[in-house]
């Protein structure tokens, strides 16, 4: 079946623009995650969600992060005033349930470059 | 000490030899680990998951959890250069909701 999308893959904006980020998890999956790879960093956890629960935000770096989650399915990751330390490559990642043993199944990323 | 953490530096081997990958992690409500492949530009799959003591073997992958000694292991046995990727180790803690990861650790086959 497919995988998690997302769009766009590659972004490039200037200093102080806004950008969306769009996730589509894999179909049926209730869990879906947010991280961020920064150049010879490992991966940072951003933001989760899981069904009608409130999201856990406790990766979000700052206030101009935010994220939703609409219909519990397609999520979208607003950047607001980007920076030049946000460019980074921003993975999702869907699992079926939130059980710990549950495979998170990450999606090709969007490779964010502010300029 | 950070929850996970993998030794750093490239490791190099030759074709058809023993890949061997260590992870060590502080919290001693674990859960689960994972084990994922990230080629370069691309985003992570997994290898393998494991969540009790002991060996888990899938094909030439096999993981082992020790958790009286926090650490867990990846090895790749018959080495292939498909294998040529950064290995993230994952972990999954009580009350954590979040995959909490390591810096990675670079394997090269060398044909």
């Known amino acids: 079946g497919a995988g998690v999308s997302q769009s766009p893959s590659n972004k490039v904006t200037e200093k102080g623009k806004d950008v969306e980020l769009r996730c589509d998890p894999i179909?049926?999956?209730?869990?879906l995650y947010w991280y961020r790879q920064s150049l010879g960093q490992g991966l940072e956890f951003l933001i989760y969600?899981?069904?009608?629960?409130?999201?856990?935000k406790s990766g979000l770096p700052s206030d101009r992060f935010s994220a939703e989650r609409t219909g519990g399915s397609v999520s979208t990751l607003t950047i607001q005033r980007t920076q030049q330390e946000d460019s980074a490559v921003y993975l999702c990642?869907?699992?079926?349930?939130?059980?710990?043993?549950?495979?998170?199944?990450f999606g090709p990323g969007t490779r964010l470059t502010v300029l | 000490q950070k929850e996970v953490e993998q030794n750093s530096g490239p490791l190099s081997v030759p074709e058809g030899a023993i890949a061997s990958l260590n992870c060590t992690y502080s919290?001693?409500?674990?859960?689960?680990f994972f084990w994922y492949r990230q080629y370069s530009g691309k985003s992570p799959e997994l290898i393998m998951s494991?969540?009790?003591?002991g060996d888990k073997e899938d094909g030439r992958f096999t993981a082992q959890l020790n958790k009286a000694s926090q650490y867990v292991s990846l090895l790749i046995r018959d080495s292939q250069p498909s294998d040529s990727a950064t290995y993230l180790c994952?972990?999954?803690?009580?009350?954590?909701?979040?995959?909490?990861f390591g810096k990675g650790n670079q394997v090269v086959v060398i044909p």
């Open positions: 994952a972990g999954r803690f009580y009350g954590n909701n979040r995959l909490a």
């Open positions: 179909s049926g999956h209730t869990a």
């Open positions: 494991i969540y009790s003591n």
């Open positions: 919290d001693r409500g674990s859960q689960s």
């Open positions: 990642a869907s699992s079926p349930s939130p059980a710990y043993t549950d495979t998170q199944y």
């Open positions: 969600f899981q069904g009608n629960s409130a999201p856990d």
